[in-house]
């Protein structure tokens, strides 16, 4: 207790006294200025890593905690039925098996039987080639540990991944400002509204800690290996491959955007496509196409627009509904509103006295990226009541809003709402997808 206690004591809500401000603080970042007070001694990498580890696991347990808690309440939902006022007791439906607690984490529509069925059979539907192989196979190689239960393997990795996942993102944050901003980032992070599913059987958190990891390499100038956890994470998720377009800035700009200092590790670069290559090559000589990834997104209906016409059709059909309390205003106003909660701390995080250094540029291009892509693909007839299904999950790939997030929840106001309104909206977004809602 005394160990949990001193971690919420280091999630500052308001800055210390002579600290500097956003902007003093971001040209120091960007100038080096202030680096003659560093400590001279660095810790080793076990030390660093364990540090950062004991950091951020008591926010991954109690986020862990929560949520078993609801999987466990949601039961209540689903097999009992309200008071019944001629009776003296409610009336239950037969008790399920406590197995359930896991099986409902892949109840239909849930993605993960997909991915499973990769894992078990490989691509023998060409309309499966949307969902990328790297997080199959670790499915089917930790499948022989669980002893060929598929689910327990994806929800294995997903975990792990997520832990990993967290402990990069903290020292990535920590490096690039300091403690308490990197801690406040993972618990606003992990309480996301659709933050549950780091925990579910879905690519989240290996494709997210793929990319966290290739970020802190580029950080950290080893650029072979932030080409590789380029390629596992284009093997891992179609917007995988526009890494390609930060490690490009990141690396002309650490070598002042002149060619003559460009040196043969720049080639490195072309491992992130190669994650693409290697899929077209495998679709090739098993579908007979090489660009099934793409074609077989008519089959899950998807259409191509320009966004803001989507995102206008959207609110039309809000308004159209008629009705303030319906399912179509409620789950088209999460979509949207946690979508534009995302760029509109993405828009901070560039102009005002919350903007990132110049030199961290890289970061909110590809947040830009991924926050874009999925605004050009809604779901046929873009004029029906949901259009948009999964933006708050893919929302959690705009990993770089919520270090701006971070910045702003020194202020009590913005950390209390924050806790608050994402806690409320996670605990009804995990209950409706642990009960089979079309929640993905």
Known sequence: MKLFAKRLSLITLDPPQNSPSGAEENHRISTGVGAENAPEALPTFRQKWLEALKQVFPIYFAAHLAVFIIDYLAVLFAFTMPYQFYGSHYQFIKSPRVSILLTSWNMWPHDTSHYIEIAQSGYDHSWLAAFFPFYPLLMHIVSYVTGNDYLIAALLISNIAGLIML???????????????????????????????????????????FVLLCFY???????????????????????????????????LRQHQFRLKTLRWDVLSVAL???GLVIFMLYTYITLGDPLAFQHAQAYWHHIYVFPLSGLVIVLQTMINSHALLSFVVARNAIEIGTTTFIVVLLVLGLVGPWRFPRAYLAYFIFAAIVWSIPLFAPIRPITGPLPYQSLSRYMLAVFPAFIVLAMLGKHRIVHYTY??????????????????????
């Not at 996301?192 to 997210?208: D, I, K, N």
């Not at 290996?225 to 998720?237: P, S």
């Not at 806790?419 to 993905?440: E, K, N, P, R, S």
């Open 272 to 274: 992130i496509p190669a």
């Open 217 to 251: 390499e580029m950080h950290n100038r080893r650029w072979w290996l932030a080409g590789l956890f380029g390629l596992f994470a284009a093997l891992t998720r179609n917007t995988g491959i526009f890494l390609v377009i930060p490690f490009c800035f990141e690396y």
């Open 167 to 209: 402990v990069v993102f903290y020292q990535l944050v920590k490096e690039l400002f300091d403690h308490e901003r990197a801690l406040r980032t993972v618990l606003y992070f992990s309480i996301f509204p659709s933050a549950f599913f780091f925990m579910a059987g879905y690519t989240e958190t290996t494709f997210l800690c």
């Open 419 to 440: 806790l608050m309104v994402a806690g409320a909206l996670f605990f009804f977004l995990l209950t409706q997808f642990l009960l089979g809602y079309m929640i993905t």
